[in-house]
């Protein structure tokens, strides 16, 4: 049978108990009582009870004769569970200091999972999938959820004393049971007179939050939000529709959020998880103009976009142009999505974009995206590293700050080196790889019969791959044009799996073959089917001539077996 939270098989369990007094001694017994070993922390001044003298005495309770300390939650347990205590009991009071200052050290979320004894690990491990699926922080949400509680039920109650229904002190033990009535979910009409419906209108509304709100907007509530709730619901407020609305308009005014992502190189299957969900959550999408078709048609129609308006000349207005959208947007509250091709931080400006929105007082999450300087390659058949072949990678920009070009990695045989951003500039770059040694920078040049492809469109459905060497690439794209965005990849790595052959300066590979492609370029899936197929066929015909062996006077045609496929 399952079993409670409370109720747990504690046999040689670390039992804390803070305090010397009565609850204390109770706490002991009942510690004994299933097996447990208490420790009892309290000073050797106190004046212990008398029932645990004597259990000190027989042994059964080790005291510890000290004030409480911090670390004794992490010292003093089984070395099985890392010497963390398996309960601890307070005894000094709900209102005394260290009772306060103890349950700090939990915070107001405490998650707690039970396997009924059969398995501890595998307990720990569904506590911690449990809280990675919370919102970071969400303790002091519930911090602040718990403040404007205290607070409604504080001004209810000395609302009530200050008009004389209540003779009674202020005591908070009272609030959940004053508060979770049979009545408290009752219908309260807009004129209605009753105080005790009343009263609650406020308590059941925050209860409502708690309910229905999503999780990442509770854990986004700010002291802001909270003044405008309390605001809004004030005993004296004009209407409950009224107040509803004034709340509402409160919650609207939070600040917006800033996520970069990136899309990766192109096909919508090279999309992250966490990209795709802030795709389909963002209230505002701003994509910079390389971001291909198929990952802007996830996008949901409701949502407003933005395609940067980057073209030659013009590439630092359009990045203004976008940081000033995103801040207009925000300032509304609308969670902003910054849709970058590859990877943001891979010459993607993300870094730049950070600092800017973070010296506006915006926190910047940043998610990653798979980067076509690793994956166009691996399209294109080619392992950037591979043992006795290639050792390192170096990934480079063919187009520096203004347009100017960056100096070119040196030679070394067991190199690969991929450009983005450098066809347009193919010339220039080539010349530079394969130029005169640089006797200030001790570089060498790369030998003009280096291997070499360049990828464009990666993933995409009009993938092109041109293979050849650095002697002929300018001449294989002036003819055969470019298809950008591409890039190229340099070095003998190039050579592993495909091989231009000593006859061919350049050859010419077109389409994206899929994920789902073999290694001689067919495709598994449909070998697969005709291989069933084939067979399927044969256990007809198999079946057929058996038949027409038990009934040979009746004519039957045997099928032969002329292609690999039949129709349903």
């Known amino acids: 049978m399952p079993a409670l939270l409370t109720a747990q098989n504690c046999r040689d369990n670390i039992h804390l108990v803070v305090g010397a007094g009565p609850l204390a001694a109770s706490r002991c017994t009942k510690s004994l009582e299933v097996s447990a070993r208490p420790i009892l922390i309290a000073p050797e001044h106190d004046d212990i009870h008398f029932s645990l003298a004597k259990r000190v005495e027989d042994g059964s309770v080790i005291w510890t004769k000290k004030d409480f300390e911090d670390s004794d939650l992490t010292t003093l347990g089984r070395e099985e ?23 700090s050290l939990y915070g107001p979320l405490q998650i707690g999972i039970t396997t009924s004894g059969r398995g501890c690990k595998l307990a720990s491990r569904i506590r911690r999938e449990i809280a990675t699926l919370l919102p970071r922080d969400f303790g002091a949400a519930v911090d602040r959820l718990g403040t404007i509680r205290r607070k409604i039920w504080e001004e209810d109650k000395l609302a009530e004393l200050r008009q004389g229904q209540e003779n009674t002190q202020l005591e908070e033990e009272d609030e959940e049971t004053e508060n979770q009535k049979h009545t408290f979910n009752t219908l309260v009409k807009e004129a209605e007179p009753d105080p005790e419906l009343a009263r609650t209108r406020r308590m059941r509304w925050l209860s409502q939050i708690c309910e229905y709100w999503p999780l990442k907007r509770l854990a986004a509530i700010s002291d802001d939000d909270i003044a405008g709730i309390l605001n809004a619901y004030r005993r004296n407020s004009h209407s409950h529709q009224q107040s509803v609305q004034q709340a509402v308009e409160a919650i609207k005014a939070r600040k917006g959020t800033i996520t970069l992502a990136g899309s990766g190189p192109g096909h919508a299957s090279m999309l992250t998880v966490a990209t795709h969900e802030a795709i389909k959550n963002a209230h505002y999408i701003l994509a910079d103009k390389l971001v291909p078709a198929e990952i802007l048609e996830l996008i949901p129609r409701r949502t407003p976009v933005h395609i940067a308006r980057k073209f030659p000349g013009n590439a630092d207005a359009a990045q203004d142009e976008m940081h000033e959208l995103a801040l207009a947007a925000m300032k509304e509250g609308k969670d902003v999505l910054r849709l970058k091709q590859g990877d943001p931080y891979l010459y993607g400006r993300g870094a730049e974009e950070v600092v800017f929105f973070r010296e506006r007082g915006f926190q910047v999450r940043v998610l990653p995206g798979i980067t076509s300087a690793l994956s166009a390659p691996l399209f294109a058949g080619i392992p950037v590293t591979h043992r006795a072949v290639a050792d390192q990678v170096v990934i480079c920009t063919g187009t520096g700050r203004k347009g100017a070009a960056p100096e070119p990695p040196s030679y070394r045989k067991s190199k690969t080196v991929v450009f983005l951003m450098a066809l347009h500039r193919l010339d220039a770059l080539i010349n530079s790889l394969t130029g005169g040694e640089d006797t200030v920078n001790v570089r060498k040049p790369w030998p003009k019969t280096t291997p070499c492809a360049v990828i464009e469109r990666a993933s995409c459905p009009d993938q092109r791959v041109i293979r050849s060497t650095l002697e002929h690439v300018c001449r294989a794209i002036e003819v ?23 006859d061919k300066q350049w050859i010419v590979e077109e389409g994206f073959k899929g ?13 697969l089917q005709e291989v ?21 006077d009746v004519s039957m045609p045997v099928p032969t077996v002329t292609d690999s496929r039949i129709s349903s």
Not at 86 to 97: E, I, L, N, W, Y
Not at 485 to 499: F, Y
Not at 515 to 527: I, K, W
């Open 532 to 552: 069933r197929d084939q067979s399927l066929l044969e256990d007809i015909q198999a079946k057929v001539e058996a038949k027409s062996e038990v009934v040979s």
């Open 480 to 502: 055969e044009g470019s298809r950008p965005p591409g890039l190229i990849v340099v070095g003998a790595a190039c050579e592993v799996l495909h091989q231009l052959g000593s």
């Open 515 to 527: 994920l789902d492609q073999t290694p001689d370029g067919t495709n598994d899936l449909v070998a």
């Open 81 to 103: 569970v890392d010497h963390i205590v398996d309960a601890v009991f307070v005894t000094t009071g709900s209102k005394h200091p260290l009772s306060i200052r103890i349950s």
